[in-house]
């Protein structure tokens, strides 16, 4: 740790800082204990770039001999390149925070730092970034905790998981948080592992299980007869899109042979047509789906030619460093969340459908505010007062209350009792149920929205949750003897579901909550 702090370092107070022509909204300032800072000269919009840098690169060499032994090592930090930068303009004034209002991200090409605001930020703050956990002087708020406006700052911000998970916070997670919303982040990158929800081809090589169906097929002994068959297939009401991954023709030496339908459409042979001097079609095996490696096209095309895409529908979406952030204020939320349940006495366990990151997902799905329900098993005596159909229910309530139209609910049948009705009682095949209980079984639905919980939905929410379209999930916890999204089954991984949903298990989830003491024991259903 240097001697001096910068404080020290300058004589600089309040009014001899010099006036900066900044036009983003920012002016230099001095904060006692710190020295000169970066403060807003005005309200500042969030994801604001504020600041544009640029760098002077010192060589390592250099900097060993030389630089490392001035003030210079105040305000140079490492260069990817192994090189030692210092930020020129505002750059090196901006304070450290440990929740810092300013990301940044570093530009190589043209050796500049870019600093964007992470929140909305009032006139007359302080504009602090994060440095990182090795910090080489004493910050002045270190001890400091969150005002409750920083707390409720959106997901701008890197602040601390909390008090007890802030010892333990990932320094890879806040380096990833900081930066560019817009950078898409590389998937082993991201915070959570997906559990993989179809085999892909890896697998279904290793195990040479081609997934086949019966389809007929005819041989055309006169190679030129091909295109006249290809013509009358496009007539013959035979070709359906469910085909599209497979070729027409199969070419084996002078054999040629055309595909001419599933068997489970045409169970008898197709009527072929006449003055062509067919033989009779037979069946064939084919795959039943598109090839997504060479090791598959190979083994697929075995059976009949098929398809080649190795980009294939379902393969996850990229994510954006903005959404990362989404994400993690959202995990934030459900441990703060389960915290406030035992503190209630409940089981520390919640769930959060917050507002879609997405835009155009906000208004598709008009969900504007963000839905939290913890468990209250005990409270209610009830066993199926789950946080996860707690929170479902609690959104189909809200729904309910909101839909005002007259008649929404006579327009509405008589519920299918669902498995999110269990816990009302209302809702029973001999109980006519009430207008607001028949509006939930409409608003249910979760379709693309996404869930945080803190523990593994058990079997009973796993399917509730299939039940409610819900796009994606995202747990701390695995619940080794009850979960039902991937530890002792995987509800949307199941043959025959007629939904699928994303699973995301937080990659240091169990030390978030175990450090936040809102784990609970594998064998309680979550
Ligand atoms: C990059 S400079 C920031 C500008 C500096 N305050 C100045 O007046 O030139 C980094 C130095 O600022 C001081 N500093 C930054 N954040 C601080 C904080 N939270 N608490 C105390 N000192 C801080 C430390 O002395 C540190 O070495």
Redesign the pocket.
Known sequence: M?N???????S?SECMVPEHLNSTGCRIG??E?????VYASRDLAAHSVIEISPVLLFSAEEYEKHGKYTVLD??TFKWRDGRMAL?LGLG??????PNPNVSYSIDMVTESIRYTTARRIHDGEEL?IY?GHK????????ESASTSEEKDDGWGGLPRLDDEGAEEFDEELQQLLNGNASDVIPEDQLPFSRIKLLPDDEEEDEFSAVRTERAWAVDIPEPRHTTTMLKWLKTSGLETPSMSHLKRIRREGDKMTILLTFASSSPDPPVLPEGVGLPDPYLVDVPRSVALTLLSLKHKTSYWPTVYAPRRKGEPELWSRGKVRWAYEAMREVVQEAKHAAEQGELPIASYVPVPYEAELREATQMLDPHLAHDTRKSTCHPLRHSVMNVVRTIASHRAAEDTSPTAAPQLAPPTPSLLDFGNPAISSKSSPSREDRQNGSHYLLTSLTLFTTHEPCIMCSMALLHSRVKEIFYLVPMAKTGGCGSTTCVPKLDGVNHRYGIGLWKNGQKWAEDSNVRVDGALDA
């Open positions: 240097l001096k702090s910068a404080a020290d370092n300058h600089t001095y904060a204990g710190k020295g000169r800072g105040h305000y930020a090196s004034l901006f304070n450290h925070s602090c440095y910090l080489w002087f004493d910050p002045v708020d270190a």
